[in-house]
């Protein structure tokens, strides 16, 4: 069974305050108690003294021969006078113990007692009698003479008063004390719950994250370092949330580009067949036949030709998929602008096939730092998908000018819209986004080939396309000639 740290809070609470309440009871207790006996003992001294002073002098102004048949017959008028001086009953008894004189209430001074037998015995005593609420004392001491005993006198004096007080102020202590003790027992179970209330909620939410649940809400407004842990675990559960999105999510894309690879494995496997097994059939056609018929010999070498040249330009595109990025960096500056202008001169032929034309402007010293052929094969790549992507009977409009120190190029075609699902994933290696104009041979890495040109000199690129307009929009940082 799992005790929570509130239930240990309350015990060791009750059994400080426990162990507290006994060690201050038997104190207080013990100290009252010798505060009563010393207080009983000094007025019982005193007592004595003005007692047996008055007795004392009474014997100075008779004498007889017999000082203890004397203290017999002033027996009566001592203890009246007594009675009156001490404001205490008062007996007056004889060595042997027998009762001469009781000023009043006999029945209070038997021939018994501790305090007699003692005074018998020569030894001041008293004997405390405490009943409901009241407290009284019977006192006796032996009366000398000239160094000789000749009786005992004997007191009843009440004490109630004294040990009424007493009773009080222990009363009085314990009250206080336990009014303390309820006020720490409050505030110490406010506390205790002001505590362990968040706690046990971030133990509950604790729990729902070890289930799984990452969407708990912890509902603490504290000020205080529970308040600081809880927000901070509702931080710390909403990163994860976070992480945890961005890992499914990049989960689905690494399944999403597994199954694009194994699709593109699958596709190259057939395109490499494909113009091999065409070139291996030419090849063998015209080792037979090709000498003695021109027309079959041009013909099988124009398909050898043109599926050379397919199948070298996909051998290109995954060799230069495979370099390692280190190998494009270069400090070379290069005119982007006529690099750019020759390559819209030589796609011009390809753009007139397709029934396009192609209208560049340039700014003059567009310089930046790179390398010649990997920007040529940059545009070349750009310019070739405006011409297959775009219209029949449309403009391919290629800008390039200076912007805040950039050299920003734009590669502008009509064609159909291409969705924001597809451009976030455009530039994503073997994806293709099922344009309905799209090449057979197109494989899907014309763009991620691009972005990784762009990467190496340091540039940007983006590709917007709305209401029948794509744009493909460049920019490098401007390099001195």
């Known amino acids: 069974m799992i005790r929570t740290i509130r239930t240990k809070f309350m015990i060791g609470f009750f059994i400080i305050f426990g162990v507290f309440f006994l060690i201050l009871q038997q104190w207080v207790t013990v100290n009252i108690e010798s505060g009563n006996r010393n207080t009983v003992n000094n007025q019982l001294q005193d007592l004595k003294n003005n007692s ?57 001074f038997t021939t018994s007692g501790e305090d007699l037998r003692l005074a018998r015995q020569g030894k001041t005593a008293y004997t405390l009698t405490r009943a409901k609420r009241e407290a009284s004392v019977l006192f006796a001491y032996p009366v000398v003479i000239r160094g000789t005993k000749v009786g005992i006198v004997r007191f009843a004096k009440d004490f109630t008063p004294l040990y009424e007080q007493s009773g009080y102020m222990q009363r009085t202590i314990f009250s206080i004390a336990l009014a303390v003790f309820a006020a720490a027992f409050l505030f110490s ?47 710390m559960i909403k990163k994860l949330r976070e992480q945890f999105a961005i890992i499914e999510k990049d989960r689905d894309r690494l399944e999403e580009l597994i199954h694009h690879r194994k699709r593109f494995f699958d596709q190259v496997t057939h395109e490499l067949k494909t113009p091999l097994t065409t070139i291996m059939g030419y090849a063998e056609i015209i080792r037979k036949n090709g000498v003695n018929d021109p027309a079959l010999f041009q013909k099988g070498v124009n398909h050898i030709v043109d599926e050379s040249k397919r199948l070298h330009a996909m051998v290109l595109e995954l060799l230069e998929k495979s370099k390692p990025m280190e190998a494009h960096h270069t400090d070379i500056t290069v005119d982007a602008a006529q690099i750019l202008l020759d390559v819209c001169d030589t796609m011009a032929i390809k753009a007139q096939r ?109 590709i917007s396309s709305d209401n029948g307009h794509t744009n493909v929009d460049m920019d490098f940082p401007l390099a001195k000639a």
């Open 189 to 235: 179970y406010l506390l205790s719950r002001h505590i362990t209330v968040p706690l046990s909620k971030l133990t509950k939410a604790t729990t729902e994250v070890m289930n799984g649940n990452f969407h708990v809400r912890i509902a603490v407004k504290q000020k205080d370092e529970v308040g600081q842990l809880a927000a901070n675990f509702s931080s």
């Open 52 to 108: 047996n002073s008055f007795i004392q002098q009474s014997f100075l102004t008779h004498h007889f021969t017999s000082d203890e048949i004397y203290f017999g017959q002033i027996a009566e008028e001592t203890a009246t006078e007594l009675q009156h001086a001490a404001s205490s009953r008062v007996a007056m008894y004889s060595l042997t113990g027998e009762l001469l004189y009781a000023a009043s209430d006999q029945a209070v």
């Open 354 to 462: 397709y029934k396009k034309t192609i209208r560049c402007e340039a700014e003059k010293g567009l310089f930046v730092r790179g390398k010649s052929d990997r920007l040529r094969q940059l545009f070349i790549n750009l310019l070739d998908n405006a011409i297959k992507y775009s219209y029949a009977h449309t403009e391919i409009i290629v800008i390039a000018s200076v912007e805040d120190d950039r050299v920003r190029m734009i590669v502008s075609n009509q064609g159909e819209t291409i969705s924001a699902d597809n451009l976030e994933k455009i530039f994503e290696p073997y994806y293709r986004a099922g344009h309905a104009y799209t090449e057979s041979a197109s494989v899907g890495l014309g763009l991620s080939i691009c972005k990784g040109i762009v990467d190496e000199h340091r540039g940007r690129i983006w």
